[in-house]
């Protein structure tokens, strides 16, 4: 069975440094996609970003990018210039193409320090 | 991106009674939608899944008649929990998905409502 691992329970940072969240996941599948979600106080699930494992470019939305260690099974978010806003719970999800479930990570809390 | 709603966003009523909760996919049609369960502090809980138009496959441990699924159309799905108790007191979240890309929608990907809070007194 897949399985998605957040090894980061929580994280902390200062308004507008950087910072990396961790998730590796564990598939014998080629082709999948994996999804970053954010889950702030009001608890409404909100895609962060967006990965195909047949590509090869890593995804970027805005201030927020992953790097994908296919090999590796390595999917890691990077949120840069910090925002108060980007304070939440953050969720590392994998679905193998065709399939209708999410596996979701346990989840990591980042806390924005001004 | 694709916007999912879900309503009510609260609801508090008595042990017995019955509460329905709606998803709406609002720009995009959606082929499947998730009902999800989560605790405090926890990552979600799949309770269900329904395909439009067919009954609901439920997760294991997840009674069946107590939380009844209908997905009668392409945007809609409603979660009704029966006969409700306090241990049924928690936070549910929909989410939808579409076969392909689909309105504002991309393939594969689960777009969630804000989720109910059901508190059964």
């Known amino acids: 069975a897949q399985t998605v691992t957040q090894s980061q329970p929580e994280m902390s940072v200062q308004e507008a440094e950087t910072v990396t969240l961790s998730c590796t996941y564990d598939?014998?599948?080629?082709?999948?996609?994996l999804f970053w979600y954010k889950q702030p106080p009001s608890r409404q699930m909100i895609l962060v970003i967006r990965?195909?494992?047949?590509?090869?470019q890593n995804a970027t939305e805005n201030r927020f990018s992953v790097n994908f260690q296919k090999a590796a099974k390595s999917f890691s978010l990077k949120i840069s210039d910090s925002q108060l806003g980007d304070a939440a719970m953050y969720f590392c999800?994998?679905?193998?193409?065709?399939?209708?479930?999410?596996?979701f990570g346990q989840g990591t809390r980042l806390t924005i320090n001004p | 991106g694709a916007v999912v709603s879900q309503h009510p966003s609260w609801v508090i009523c008595k042990s017995g009674t019955s509460v329905k909760i709606e998803c709406r996919s609002l720009d995009f049609q959606a082929t499947t939608m998730f009902w999800y369960r989560q605790f405090p502090k926890q990552s979600l809980m799949l309770m269900a899944t329904s395909n439009e138009g067919s009954k609901a496959t439920y997760e294991q441990g997840v009674e069946k008649d107590k939380f009844l699924i209908n997905h009668a159309s392409l945007t809609l799905s409603t979660l009704t929990v029966t006969s409700a108790h306090p241990e049924d007191s928690s936070f549910y979240i929909c989410?939808?998905?579409?076969?392909?890309?689909?309105?504002?929608?991309?393939?594969?990907?689960?777009?969630f409502g804000p989720g109910t809070r059901l508190l059964v007194l």
């Open positions: 999800a994998y679905i193998r193409q065709g399939a209708q479930k999410l596996v």
């Open positions: 989410s939808a998905r579409g076969r392909r890309a689909s309105g504002r929608a991309q393939p594969e990907t689960q777009y």
């Open positions: 598939t014998s599948e080629s082709d999948y996609y």
């Open positions: 990965q195909e494992a047949y590509k090869q």
